[in-house]
C-alpha cells in the first residue's frame, strides 16, 4: 500500500504560510532541455498532457531559442500546436522561453499567450548564455516586453545566477536587485528568482526578497527558482513561502540544469515539492499519485531512474 493510501503525508499546517500555491511546472522545457539525447516531439507532447491530468495548470511548453544553441527544443513549432488546446477550456497556462524579437515571433504566430525571456544577475553567465553584457542583454529585452505587452500577453522574467555564479562566486545582492526593478519597469508581470547552481541557503533567500520588497518589487509578483545540487531546495522553498511567496518553480521527476552551467543539477522535484506542500496543508490542486505516475513514465523513456525522492519511495523504486 502506497503512502497516500495510509493518508500520508498528515497535514499539519505551519504559521503565516500560503493557502495555496501555484507550481510553475519547469520539466517539459528546463527538464529536457539538458538532455543529451533529444525527445521525440510525440513523446514530449504526451508529457506535457500527463502533466496537464495530474493537476498542472502551468506548465512551460518549450522554448524559441534558436536550435543551434538548444537543440534538444528545436521541434517548438511542431510541438507548440500539439498541445496549444490545453489552454483553452482547460484553463492550462503554456508559457514558452523566447530569447529575443526573432523567439517572439516564432511564439506569437503559434498563438502563445504567456511567454518568458531569461535574463542574469551576474556579467559572466550573461556572456556565457546570451553573449552579451547584462545591460546589452536588458536593452535585448526591452522591444520584447514592450511588443508582447502591447499584444495583451503575459511575460514572465527569469534572472539566473541570483545567489551564486560558477565564475563569479557570491553575487551581490544588489546586482539581483537592479536587474530585478530593471525587468519590472519594462513591464514583466512576474519574476522568477533563480538559484541556477542550487548554491542559496534560507537566511540569503529571506534576505533577498527582504531588498526586493525595500526597492518596491511586490512579493506578489515573485516566484523561486531552486536547484538541489547541495540538497538545500526544500529548505530555501519554506522559505520563501515563509516571506509570502506563493510561485514556485518545479521540474517533474527532479529532470533538468542548465547547458551553460556545468555545475548546476536538477531543479527541485515537483513531487518532493507536492510532498512539502500536502504536509503543510497547502493546495495545489496536484493530483501527486497521478503525477508520479507521470515522472516514472518519462524516466523509462529516458532510460534513467527519476532522481526523486518522492518518486522512489512512492513507486518503490531504487
Known sequence: ???????????VPAPDLPARVRIYEVGARDGLQNEKATVPTEVKAEFVRRLAD?????????SFVHPKWVPQLADAEQLFPLVSDLGGSSGVHLPVLVPNERGLDRALALGARHVALFASATESFAKANLNRTVDESLAMFEPVVSRAKADKVHVRGYISMCFGDPWEGPVPIHHVVRVCKALMDMGCDELSLGDTIGVATPGHVQTLLDELNEEGVPTSALGVHFHDTYGQALANTL?????????????AGGLGGCPYAKSATGNLATEDLVWMLQGLGIETGVDLARLTATSVWMAERLGRPSPSRTVKALSHKE
Open 1 to 11: 500500500m502506497s503512502t497516500p493510501e495510509l493518508g500520508l503525508p498528515m497535514a
Open 54 to 62: 495530474s493537476g498542472l495548470t502551468t506548465i512551460e511548453a518549450t
Open 239 to 251: 522559505a520563501a513561502l515563509q516571506h509570502g511567496v506563493t510561485t514556485v518553480d518545479a521540474s
